[in-house]
């Protein structure tokens, strides 16, 4: 009986490491046909944002990618692996992104015919497009493919001359520095219009952008603007509160009214704003707003009501708020308050689109950086360019992986490993050693 259990152990053995080879090979075909990827590292640093790849998969066609950079940098050390292993991110999701390396060293020629300035500098091509990159992430380079995505620099004219906010001004009231570098950065072309000056809104122009106004328009200018509305041109119009300047007639032909007073909104409170900021939460069904998630924040905001039905609304806030018409006092009128619309019918033949914000500060310089208030202006430009596939398709900053510790921080960290760790480990050494000598 021994013997026969003797000779069927090895059998045995074999037959488990057969079964468990097949069983690993099996796995391992199963994984090749059914890749499943997780990124545990901080911040999702190995993967890319959804709307990076949402981003690519809008481009149809190969992308050319070439790198000017040597096979060492004094800094940044084997600066190729570094871009190359960035790149494959991209290369994921969309394989026909094409690498390329060229040394300046060895090159010079080509070197200068590209322009090149910098080491490590990219250009991108794309679609007979190129656009250069001398600052390496996900924010510039998802950014540039954006833009070179866009078939034609689309022209965004804003409204100036009579102390409107400009959309390439860098005053704390004006909106250039973060919502107007957002579009240059995405392919639009930005161009003031003085009305008391051009003899008329050129059509050629994507979309009219107003802003409040802080001296009256005369009546030739809003003439203009009347005809350019009527002859089926896209409009952004942000009201902030306080007199129309001469703007109502506009108001009225797009059968709008803006009763007087600010938007109270007691919820800011849990957000660590004041209550005249209103805050966006929830949004309806729109192309602008599809998929859209991110709180925005809108300053001393006011309502908007509006006759008939073809406006479509886009944003309700303040749910529990009222209407202020003066500091600390509470209107009859309570929320929510609609504080953005949008419309869209055919005009001579031409698809219009109209959006109206109850709110300019919003995307102002001093609060555009304010949750998702520059990606909320950017898919309202997108969709009034008629560029519905670019809408929700902004690249996001990576976040801060700096660890900060104070000086007590830093000092408890000091002592824990220097002083610590080790009387912990040479007490164990000790107990162990006097167990040992009493057994």
């Known amino acids: 009986m021994p013997r026969k259990l003797h000779a069927i152990n090895p059998l045995r053995n074999l037959v488990f490491v057969l079964l468990l080879t097949a069983a690993a090979l099996g796995l391992g075909y199963l994984a090749s046909l059914h890749p499943i990827e997780r990124d545990l590292t901080f911040n999702s640093g190995n993967s890319l944002e959804p709307a990076s790849i949402s981003a690519l998969r809008q481009l149809s066609g190969p992308v050319d990618i070439t790198v ?7 800094h940044l050390g084997d600066i190729r ?30 070197t200068r015919a590209a322009n090149i300035q910098l080491n490590g500098e990219m250009v991108i091509e794309y679609a007979g497009r190129n656009e250069h990159l001398t600052t390496i992430n996900e924010e510039t380079l998802t950014g540039a493919l954006l833009h070179l995505a ?23 009231y004006d909106l250039g520095l973060i919502f107007g570098a957002k579009l240059k950065q995405n392919g639009f072309r930005i161009s003031s219009l003085n009305l ?78 004041p209550d005249t900021w209103a805050l966006g939460t929830s949004y309806t069904q729109h192309p602008i707003t599809s998929g859209f998630n991110l709180i925005t924040a809108f300053p001393s905001a006011r309502p908007l009501l509006w006759n008939g039905n ?17 500091p600390n006092s509470k209107s009859g009128k309570h929320g929510p308050f609609t504080l953005a619309l949008a419309a869209e019918h055919e005009v001579n033949g031409a698809d219009q689109r109209i959006v109206v914000v109850g709110n300019g500060a919003f995307l102002s310089n001093s609060f555009a950086g304010n949750g998702g208030n520059v990606d909320l202006g950017v898919n309202m430009i997108n969709w009034l360019a008629h560029d519905d596939r670019h809408i929700a398709l902004q ?39 006097w167990v040992r000598r009493r057994a």
């Not at 409204?159 to 400009?166: Q, S």
């Not at 030739?220 to 300047?245: A, F, Q």
């Open 68 to 74: 000017y950079a040597t096979t060492k940098d004094v």
């Open 81 to 110: 692996k570094i871009i190359k292993d960035f790149i494959s991110l991209y290369q994921r999701y969309k394989p026909d992104i094409r690498l390329t390396f060229v040394d300046p060293e060895k090159e010079p020629d080509r």
């Open 150 to 172: 866009h078939a034609t620099n689309q022209t965004v004219m804003y409204l100036d001359g009579d102390g409107e906010r400009r959309l390439d001004g860098s005053a704390n």
């Open 196 to 273: 008391a000056i051009a003899q008329d809104v050129p059509m050629n122009a994507s979309m009219l952008v107003i802003t409040q106004p802080q001296a009256d328009l005369m009546p030739g200018e809003v003439d203009k603007i009347l005809r350019y509305v009527d002859r089926g041109g896209n409009l952004l119009w942000l009201i902030d509160p306080g007199p129309l300047h001469g703007l109502e007639r506009l108001a009225e032909k797009l059968n709008l009214q803006l009763p007087p007073g600010i938007v109270i909104d007691p919820s800011a409170a849990s957000m660590n704003a």
């Open 310 to 326: 073809h406006w479509q609304v886009l944003l309700e806030v303040a749910q529990t708020g009222w209407l202020s018409e003066s």
């Open 395 to 433: 690249p996001r900053k990576a976040g801060d992986s700096n660890l900060t510790l104070s000086k007590n921080q830093l000092t408890g960290i000091s002592v824990g490993f220097l002083v610590v760790i080790p009387l912990v480990l040479f007490g164990i050494g000790i107990y162990l050693w």
